[in-house]
């Protein structure tokens, strides 16, 4: 439980951005078949969506950790003055912010993972009423913007609407756009 607690702490953006990141990859590539206008979704579908979705979390977040990273090592450098540049990088700080930046990529993509497969999934064991799917990704994102609002000290409703909105939007968009 502690370790758990851990990761969720250390680990926030990541599992927002990887489960935001999944769920608006699906609603936006399959919002079609989860309409009832087509056939729905099958499991194949799902977990290829659910892949797609978290290669893209992984990659999006390890560049954006390791440039974080980085740059706050070369800040370092010139604050502490030091004549060669990329010297910090080199050192033992270069490998920590390298493995910290795969160890975010790894847990935002794997929360890109759920939060993609989770609408697909429920449309696949839901074949008669698609939507749902649509549904249930909606709800989560207002229950993540309800959470979020809670541990920001900000207005749950506020949050769970914006989350919830774009999401809709997503998947308004999905159907126009008929990727899938």
Not at 100 to 112: D, H, K, L, N, Y
Not at 156 to 176: E, S
Request: proline share 4%.
């Amino acid at each position: 439980m502690k370790l758990f607690r851990k990761v969720l702490r250390d680990n926030r953006l990541d599992l927002v951005a990887g489960l935001c990141d999944g769920i608006l990859t699906a609603l936006t590539l399959a919002a079609g078949k989860m309409t009832g206008s087509e056939p729905p979704p099958e499991f194949t579908l799902a977990l290829r969506v659910a892949v797609a979705g978290a290669s893209s979390s992984v990659f999006m977040l390890f560049v954006a950790h390791y440039a974080q990273l980085r740059g706050e090592l070369t800040e370092a450098e010139r604050q502490l003055n030091m004549v060669t540049r990329g010297q910090l990088a080199a050192s033992r700080l270069g490998n920590k912010i390298l493995l910290e930046s795969g160890a975010a990529a790894v847990i935002g993509g794997i929360a890109g993972f759920g939060g993609a497969l989770l609408p697909l999934l429920i449309g696949v064991l839901v074949p008669i009423a698609p939507w749902v799917s649509i549904a249930a990704a909606l709800v989560v994102l207002a229950g993540l913007g309800v959470l979020l609002a809670v541990a920001v000290h900000g207005r749950p409703l506020l949050w769970a609407l914006m989350l919830a909105g774009a999401g809709g939007f997503l998947a308004w968009l999905g159907v126009q756009l008929r990727l899938i």
